[in-house]
Nanobody, 123 residues
Framework: QVQLVESGGGLVQAGGSLRLSCAPS????????MGWFRQASGKEREFVSA????????FYAESVEGRFTISRGNAKNTVYLQMNSLKPEDTAVYLC????????????????WGQGTQVTVSS
């Protein structure tokens, strides 16, 4: 049963921008920390960014710091990832995840996941 649904992926040229969205399906996550992760073909899933339940705290992987911005909607139930200055190495399936407590970069600490949205950056 899918509980998080990502959207906004697509094909973009290097230097371009995309905005990903993650919305709940069947339940609410407004009291949960949310994270974005990505998985490139043949590689392990890696942390991208996370945000606290109230949106007051966020942090990023070094590889996206200064280019990506995570945020939550006014109802705190939807999370966004604004991606600017995209690079070919950002190509991956991007997945959002939710957990109680503080957000972190550990894949295994997030019990709820979406199915992902493909982001492809051409050179």
């Amino acid at each position: 049963q899918v509980q998080l649904v990502e959207s906004g992926g697509g094909l973009v040229q290097a230097g371009g921008s995309l905005r990903l969205s993650c919305a709940p399906s069947g339940r609410t996550f407004n009291n949960y920390a949310m994270g974005w992760f990505r998985q490139a073909s043949g590689k392990e899933r890696e942390f991208v960014s996370a945000i606290s339940w109230n949106g007051d705290n966020s942090f990023y992987a070094e590889s996206v710091e200064g280019r990506f911005t995570i945020s939550r909607g006014n109802a705190k139930n939807t999370v966004y990832l604004q991606m600017n200055s995209l690079k070919p190495e950002d190509t991956a399936v991007y997945l959002c995840a939710a957990k109680l407590g503080s957000g972190n970069s550990e894949v295994g600490s997030y019990p709820y996941w979406g199915q992902g949205t493909q982001v492809t950056v051409s050179s």
